[in-house]
């Protein structure tokens, strides 16, 4: 099991980009979050899925922020245009409801630099 | 809504020692899982622990251990004997189980073993 898989790790661009970041959930899983880290606001919930449907987006700042998850294998977090103050480590994570309470695997997360 | 809270944004202990970290919570729900995960300074969040407020007994893993108390709302994680290797940022978060599927998270801890 390759676990949760995020690209880039690390990702640098200058205001007014699109940047897109890619998650590729542990397969069988049917939940798939992103979230943002950052020192003032620490860590929180943009959006989750289920199923490939979007539950719960009111995490997400603002219209600049997309996301999407086309098939169970595949979601991207799509910032049009990038602003400084994104600048963050998005993480992806995805748990199943088979299973145990716990179940939450994080992948590695991207670092966003918007310069 | 639910909220955690864990006071103490930075701890110093000496290697061998033990260590509790504080997390508090607050929810209306009868059901819900508290988690703890590690973020050493690579920046992967690592699962540790796990509780489920129904469970009888106290959730234990290795050198880890969740001190639960239901009445006051309160699950600390106790690390016995700390190695050098358990500094880095712990996190407290709680999940509900009806409804949504999100994990929301406390600040955090900086935790730093010193030798």
């Known amino acids: 099991d390759a676990g949760v898989i995020q690209s880039p790790r690390h990702e640098v661009t200058e205001m007014g980009q699109e940047v897109t970041l890619r998650c590729k959930p542990i397969s069988g899983h049917d939940y798939l979050f992103w979230y943002r880290q950052t020192m003032m606001r620490g860590l929180e919930l943009l959006i989750y899925?289920?199923?490939?449907?979007?539950?719960?987006d009111s995490g997400m700042p603002e219209d600049r922020f997309s996301a999407k998850m086309p098939n169970a294998s595949f979601s991207t977090l799509k910032i049009q245009p990038s602003e400084p103050r994104d600048s963050a480590v998005y993480f992806c994570a995805s748990r199943s409801l088979i299973g145990t309470g716990y179940g939450y695997t994080f992948g590695s997360g991207t670092r966003l630099t918007v310069v | 809504a639910q909220k955690i809270t864990q006071t103490q944004p930075g701890m110093f202990v000496q290697e061998k020692e033990a260590v509790t970290l504080d997390c508090t919570y607050d929810t209306s729900d009868p059901s819900y899982g508290l988690f703890w995960y590690k973020q050493p300074s690579s920046g992967e969040m690592i699962f540790l622990i796990y509780q489920g407020s129904y469970d009888q007994q106290n959730a234990t893993e290795g050198r880890y251990s969740l001190n639960f108390q239901k009445a006051r709302k309160s699950a600390n994680l106790v690390i016995s004997a700390s190695q050098l290797g358990d500094s880095a940022m712990y996190f407290c978060a709680m999940r509900r189980f009806q409804g949504a599927q999100k994990l929301v998270f406390g600040q955090g801890t900086r935790l730093t073993i010193n030798p």
């Open positions: 899925f289920n199923n490939n449907v979007p539950i719960d």
